[in-house]
């Protein structure tokens, strides 16, 4: 066990490092970028006097770090560059870096990302992901814990009672969420629930649900849920009543899959010949369902699971994006519009991180689980 | 002598049925699979003569003011340009429908082929494949196409018009992710079949390795992919979407059912079938392919149904 996990950390460091190069020297191939647009400007864009001249320019690039090219600027990426000027390569540093030591990067290996080029100019890049982190958190878990309560039993009903009204909804259910486009759903949750322009509140008075942002910045209109509950802006109530339309449309998403992943699960375990001796041997159907089969289909549900560690710090980029909730995948869906590199890295360095993570731990529970299951 | 010629004589009076007669029957059995089906063609024919049935330029601005409500003359009233909304729902179907055929054609037939030859020669090649594949799937998907995206967004294929050379951009960009799946399921189906008494018999006749691959390897796996063809048609079809409501797709002034809803949202009250009409177009044609693979999946082989 101890020389296979050995062995998975370096196969993980190794993946980890060969993805950030090919995504680092991506940004350098890409057209367009930074440096781009400014030279666009100074040929006159729409600002005609606000045109950079080269020297300007070259002065941005050693200001930004990319003067250093792809190879000598992921390794400053990786590493830092305050110990260029140990080694006597002082221009290779950026220009802030030269005049004031304290200002070096430090690299992603002592954790530091980096300062945002543009959406938080001049912040450090782990800064501006923290400050979304918790809005990720409290729509990825409450959406992964609510449809896991529902999917689970929903699916294992639908198998033991195969081909029965429940099985046939449950079937349909699952089509219809996997074919839904998310922000289309989003969309008409919002034009039917939210706002006070929504046709339930004008027509039946129904009260209405906020439609963006995670709290309110002012009293509550009127006539909103939020008016009603009487919630003051900032509160944990606030931000749970914001929190109700992106989690259900989420968690829709998640349940029409998970569901149909429970019930084939559960259908393949009772076909299996110990549920079959169980029933032999005068159990009673309830001890044979919950006691021997439920808990061998829950088996599968690990990847599920541990794949949503990842999902909770990235956030559901669609999700948010619609709802305008200020979480990782609007985030990082803002950077890259933006042309914000160092955040769009961070955030794709530390996904991929945890993915390596939650496909490692999801391999040493199932042999936690099953001790069939072995490493060597 | 006699015996055999009786039993020949029988066998052939049994009516012998075509493949594809067996299958098809099978398949109609499957009602939402048919209704699919007729609705996949509605929309496909709604492509190809989107230049007749088109009231209107799709690019025309100004055909009536802003924002105007359905009426005969504007069947789905007009958008923030005054521009023909139902003529451009017709338009965007086709680059729709074609990013998402085009993508699936050949993300499908890498697929084939890798898995061919990752599951027939084994050792270094398979190894060195099945790699390659584990670590694409565990990086995470949408951000990284949406990076893909974002980065070669100001690129253009010299000598097409804009849109096909937009379409096909963000089609490689999907292909990219898209052959995956099916590599790793004709892997696993040639992994068996390698085993089995006529590919050895094949080889013992002196077959080519690309023979074998092309004659019995694929042929013979080609059932699971032709049902995850299918299904794939509907996955691919909402990320497109997805892709372009997010602005890394295809952008405007190019209508996709995927960005024609990117600006809706100001005025989703007012005038709600703006954001309506072409997120339907992307359900019901996700959800149509998706009933023409479980169709196809049970008329192929009843025994993959789960």
Not at chain 1, 270 to 288: H, N, P
Request: net charge positive; with cysteine; charged share 15%.
């Amino acid at each position: 066990m101890t020389n296979y996990l050995i062995r998975r950390f370096i196969q993980m460091s190794l993946v980890v490092v060969a993805a950030s190069m090919a995504i680092y020297f991506l940004l350098w191939l890409a057209p367009g970028g930074p440096l781009d647009e400014l030279r666009q400007a100074g040929r006159g864009g729409v600002r005609q006097n606000a045109g950079f001249n080269d020297e300007q320019i070259r002065r941005i690039s050693e200001y930004l770090g990319l003067h250093r090219g792809p190879f000598w600027g992921y390794v400053a990426w990786l590493t830092g560059e305050d110990w260029f000027k140990a080694i006597g390569r002082e221009e290779l540093q950026t220009s802030t870096c030269r005049s004031a030591e304290n200002t070096c990067s430090k690299g992603v290996v002592r954790g530091d990302f980096g300062t945002s080029w543009n959406i938080a100019r001049g912040s450090p890049v782990g800064d501006v992901l923290l400050s979304r982190l918790r809005n990720t958190m409290i729509l990825m878990l409450s959406a992964t814990v609510l449809s896991l309560v529902i999917a689970i039993p929903i699916g294992i009903i639908s198998a033991v009672k195969q081909y029965s009204r429940l099985d046939y909804f449950v079937t349909t259910f699952s089509f219809f969420g996997t074919a839904m486009p998310v922000f289309w759903f989003g969309l008409m949750m919002i034009i039917l629930f939210g706002g006070n322009q929504s046709p339930l509140y004008k027509v039946f008075g129904f009260p209405y649900l906020p439609t963006g942002n995670v709290t309110l910045v002012r009293a509550p209109l009127p006539g909103s849920l939020l008016a009603l509950l009487d919630a003051t802006p900032g509160s944990a109530l606030d931000i749970a009543v914001h929190a109700i339309l992106p989690t259900m449309v989420l968690s829709l998403l998640y349940m029409a899959g998970w569901s149909r992943f429970m019930r084939s699960s559960m259908l393949e375990v009772l076909r299996q010949d110990f549920v079959r001796t169980a029933r032999a041997k005068g159990l009673r159907e309830r001890i044979v369902i919950v006691k021997h089969a439920m808990r061998n289909a829950l088996i599968p549900l690990i990847t599920i699971v541990v794949f949503q560690i990842p999902g909770v710090f990235g956030g559901a980029t669609i999700t948010e994006t619609v709802f305008n909730w200020p979480g990782m995948g609007f985030l990082y869906v803002y950077a890259l519009g933006a042309s914000d590199y160092p955040v769009a890295m961070a955030f794709l360095f530390i996904s991929a991180v945890l993915v390596v993570i939650a496909s490692l731990l999801g391999d040493v529970l199932y042999t936690i689980v099953d001790p069939r299951i072995r490493f060597s | 002598m006699a015996v055999a010629e009786l039993k020949s004589e029988t066998l052939s009076t049994i009516k012998e049925e075509h493949w594809f007669t067996v299958i098809g029957r099978r398949f109609l059995r499957h009602k939402l699979a048919v209704v699919g089906m007729i609705m996949v063609l509605i929309f496909i024919l709604m492509a190809i003569f989107a230049n007749v049935l088109a009231p209107y330029d799709p690019y025309k601005q100004g055909l009536a003011p802003s924002y105007s409500n359905p009426s005969p003359e504007h069947l789905l009233g007009t958008d923030e340009l005054g521009r023909d909304v139902f003529s451009r729902l017709l338009y965007a179907a086709r680059i729709s429908l074609f990013v998402t055929v085009l993508v699936n054609f050949v993300s499908e037939t890498i697929g084939v082929l890798m898995g061919a030859i990752s599951g027939y020669f084994g050792k270094w090649v398979d190894s060195l494949i099945q790699r390659i594949v584990e670590f694409l799937l565990t990086l995470p998907t949408l951000p990284l196409l949406l990076f893909f995206s974002a980065m070669l967004r100001g690129m253009t294929i010299p000598g097409l018009p804009d849109e096909w050379s937009k379409a096909i951009i963000i089609s490689l960009v999907l292909i990219a992710f898209g052959w995956l799946g099916s590599t790793r399921l004709v892997r696993g189906m040639v992994l068996s079949l390698r085993e089995q008494e006529f590919v050895q018999a094949a080889r013992a006749l002196g077959a080519s390795d690309w023979k074998i691959i092309t004659r019995h390897m694929i042929p013979n796996s080609l059932a699971p992919v032709i049902v995850s063809l299918t299904l794939g048609l509907g996955g691919v079809i909402v990320l497109e979407a997805a892709l372009s409501f997010l602005g890394f797709g295809i952008t405007p002034p190019v209508p996709t059912w995927g960005n024609m809803l990117q600006n809706v949202q100001e005025r989703m009250w007012q005038q709600p079938w703006l954001a309506f009409y072409p997120g339907l177009c992307i359900f019901l044609t996700s959800l149509s392919f998706n009933y023409i693979g479980d169709g196809l999946r049970d008329a192929l082989d009843p025994r993959l149904k789960l």
